[in-house]
RNA sequence: CGGGGUGUAGCGUAGCCCGGUUAGCGCGUCUGCUUUGGGAGCAGAAGGUCGCAGGUUCGAAUCCUGCCACCCCGACCA
């Protein structure tokens, strides 16, 4: 029997935990909150970390790794930051456990009560910029361009698989410039560097902006970010790059002096992406059999199911496939032949659907006989008889298509997902109808903003980059507006 | 933290209102045979602190009290 995915037309959240669960992606973890990535979602965080790990140094940064637990008090160097992290910040206090008196548990020793307490890291920038502090006295020490794959803990009230969980994986940029134009070039390189992995990676159209002063970060000047829209009309944060001036080099005292033989604050930028892409794939691509991989993140991106009822078959059939995936993987395609035989050709079909697994080959006793393969595609689910004459190209073709396909078919409903609206009205129809992205003139004024968000639960995503300026009234207060913004409903 | 709900085998559940022998069923697991081009069939088997602690009772999954955990809705969230 199928085992039963929700549809994304009953309940989209509750396809959502099917599918991250069915496919083995990830498990609940004892711990409310934090979760269990299981092998076929963490090879999908790791091919996404291998893309970006190679963007970054690309664009000259290198990898450094800084402790998880951070003195208490470097949080409250810089007031912004510490208001932003102090609600959801885990706390070590003691260094032992002893067993209770009852002797049938453990308990934190007394006397072995820390000096001062440890935060484990919601994000790195204290412990960096104490570091960077000692590290830099002039100029010449300067641009210091680093990169940090980690994780971090933020307890969080609420949480789902991959898209907010109280730990999470993820890597952090910071950088150090002598510059204000040198910080926000880095910080908008860095955002670019962002939009075309989500584009060229994961198949998924980003919209670049700014966020609003009330969804900034703790501790920015400037909060850039890309924004994707899911299935469902909502959307989701993807990844952020931000120019934090001098906040940070002002908390930690970090000077150096210039050319002129001045001393000067350090500028800097931090950015980031997490394993919340594995939710942003998931809820992007994934349709009502399983889920859907873009062929450049596929862990498996061609797999090979055997059939055959005669010995003879089997090893027939087993030489041919064997051949067909050397072939392949020589080409460079991450293949699989799953010749197990306790499972019948149709419960695989089933389970590499489930699993997302962009390109299958059925080969039989048939096959053998007409030189052919059946070519099966999940992201059409088309099937095909193909010759095995100039088999590996194309595959290797299709899955270039299939990946371009992919991110066609975001971009085309992420089109029809965006409308302008020009009044009150016209505003909550859009967001009632079918959500999506709405461009809405906006007055600039936190209190509009928080009044739309409590009327519509509609909220800022960003500020367009790049879009014309285009003078108009906001809808919600009738006050005189510079630009349209991007509104919706998001995670 | 407020409101609601649920805890029974790896997963999903029946039984609870109205206490009664051995806690039933489906999926999965194990063994054997037959099967294999879209989640196989038959036969057999293993697997349970009924969330935890106390209480009532001759007897508790079932009734009572307390506690714990998780889920949903709010609040909260870069």
Redesign the pocket.
Known sequence: ???AITARSEDF?KWY?DIVR?AKLAD?SP???SMIIRPNGYAIWENMQSELDRMFKETGHENAYFPLLIPESFLAREAAHVE??A??CAIVTHSRLQVNEAGNGVEPAPDSRLEENLVIR??SETIIWDSFSNWIQSWRDLPILLNQWGN?V?W?????LFL?TSEFLWQEGHTAHATREEAVAETKQMLDVYATFAEEYMALPVIKGV?TP?????GAVD?Y?IEALMQDGKAL?AG?SHFLGQNFAKAFDCQFQNKNNELEYVWATSW?VSTRLVGALVMAHSDD??LVVPPRLAPTQVVIVP???SEED?QNVLTRSTEIKESLGSAGVRVKLDDR???????????Y??QGVPL?I????????NNS??L?RRDT?D?S?VSLDGITELIVGELETMQTRMFESAVSFRTSMTSDANDQAEFVDILESRGGFIRAHWDGTDETEALVKEQTGATIRCVPIGEPMEEGVDPFSGKPSAQKVIYAKAY
């Open positions: 029997m199928a085992e959240s935990i069915k609940y711990v409310r909150g932003g992290f609600k959801e919601p994000t971090v933020r969080e009230m609420r949480t789902r907010r966020k009330s969804e900034r970060f703790a909060t970010c944060q952020t980031g059999q399983g059939i055959y009822r089997r035989e306790q499972y019948r050709p149709g419960w695989k079909f089933n389970e659907e489930l299958r059925a080969i039989g006793p048939r096959d053998l006989a393969v059946e099966a689910r099937k008889v």
